[in-house]
């Protein structure tokens, strides 16, 4: 019961509402231990995935831009979702498409009847603007909405001198990354705020991983 309260009293205060009336805690449960975790620590500690991990994961992976990003509230305003729609230039993984619309938890929302303004944060979750081009990591909600993936956002962005582009994975500053190293046991090694590699080479790595898997599936 103590565990409950704590919580919903932590929940709560994710989100902040600018105005006189203050609106429910949302309830987002896939997101609790994250919550839980910063809760103890002031920052969540997750271990950071690789590409094979998260293209095997993931349902779809897709390349693209962002055309345009809105928040909305569900109809009980407890939660906020962040819809972002994506103009598709290759896909990866999953079936092909021109466009996908992209909904995460969480966002910023002001209402347009009274104009009070609500700040919804999902500890780790990413950010979306419009113009930005990035390869996208997607799973599917129970309703079937696509989403991002934790660490799924995964920016392009093109070096204006060689003309060459780049993949920069962009780290949540509410969350610290460890990585298992069984030479010196350290668990708990950090990242940069981001990592960069050629996105050739990212490329390269999520269709050897879509390839393995679909020699997994044969073989049953």
């Not at 992976?61 to 345009?68: K, L």
């Not at 305003?77 to 896909?91: A, L, S």
């Not at 909405?145 to 582009?165: C, H, L, N, R």
Request: without cysteine.
């Amino acid at each position: 019961m103590l565990l409950g309260s704590t919580i919903n009293k932590f929940m709560k205060s994710l989100t902040r509402v600018v105005g006189t009336v203050q609106l429910p805690a949302f309830q987002y449960y896939s997101f609790v231990i994250l919550a839980l975790t910063a809760f103890q620590a002031n920052a969540s500690i997750l271990e950071k995935t690789t590409t094979a991990q998260m293209t095997r994961e993931a349902k779809e992976v897709q390349i693209g831009e962002v055309v345009s990003t809105w928040t909305s509230p569900e109809p009980d305003q407890k939660m906020y979702f962040t819809y972002v729609k994506i103009r598709v230039e290759q896909t990866l993984k999953g079936k092909p498409a021109q466009e996908i619309l992209l909904r995460q938890p969480g966002g910023d929302y002001r209402d347009p009847v009274t104009g009070r303004y609500t700040h919804q944060k999902v500890f780790g979750m990413e950010s979306f603007k419009r113009g930005e081009r990035g390869l996208f990591f997607i799973k599917h909600a129970n309703d079937g909405a696509p989403t991002v993936m934790f660490q799924g956002k995964q920016t392009i962005i093109k070096d204006e001198k060689t003309g060459s582009e780049n993949v920069v994975r962009e780290r949540s500053r509410d969350v610290e990354y460890s990585k298992h190293h069984d030479d010196d046991h350290n668990e708990n090694a950090l990242y940069a705020v981001y990592d960069q590699r050629p996105l050739n080479e990212m490329v390269l790595e999520v269709q050897r991983a879509v390839n393995a898997e679909k020699g997994d599936l044969n073989k049953k």
